[in-house]
């Protein structure tokens, strides 16, 4: 599955696809809208790229860049 696939799918799919396919690779804090607030999560690899899925399970954020090697 490529980045543009998975971004057309539902929120309902993109869980499924995050939990049987998905790789996790650890804990993450993404820097939120609110200055100086983070959003607690977990970031997946799936083939070429990765997704952000916060503990609630409510945002999905699929990215190219692996936040987790800090580039």
Known sequence: M????FKTL???QKL???KYNGELLGSWERPSEEAG???PGDIF???EFWV???DDEKT???TRRNVLAGS
């Open 2 to 5: 490529t980045i543009e696939q």
């Open 10 to 12: 539902t929120h309902e």
């Open 16 to 18: 499924v696809e995050i």
């Open 37 to 39: 607030k983070k959003q």
């Open 45 to 47: 690899q799936l083939g």
């Open 52 to 54: 952000f899925l916060s």
């Open 60 to 62: 999905v954020i699929p």
